[in-house]
């Protein structure tokens, strides 16, 4: 498995792409910063200046249904804001 899992594609890391040129990923949990710029720039052609990380723990969640309560726990997950060079930029949407 890689160090990047996904991208964060929501409202607000679009609008943070727009004016601030960061970018949000779902990344390994024991991955750090120097692993996340590395995979970064080679992944997509880019020149990372500065790597912000996040651990978020697991949500407890229940919810009422026909059959009774059902309960249980949304995933931990590592997220890494990463800051782009003055001029590079990441297109998620090109390949579609």
């Known amino acids: 498995m890689g160090i990047i899992v996904k991208p964060i594609v929501t409202e607000k890391m679009t609008q943070l792409g ?3 040129n960061r970018f949000a990923f779902m990344v390994d949990k024991k991955a750090n910063k120097l692993q996340i710029k590395d ?3 080679e992944l997509y052609d ?3 200046t500065d790597v912000n990380t996040m651990n ?3 949500k407890f969640k229940s919810r009422y249904t026909k059959s009774g309560i059902i309960s249980g726990k949304t995933n931990a997950f590592k997220k890494a804001v990463v ?3 003055d001029g590079d930029t990441i297109d998620f949407y090109s390949n579609i």
């Open 56 to 58: 978020y723990n697991g």
């Open 46 to 48: 880019v020149t990372v």
């Open 18 to 20: 727009e004016k601030l």
């Open 39 to 41: 995979a970064v720039e």
């Open 83 to 85: 800051t782009l060079k």
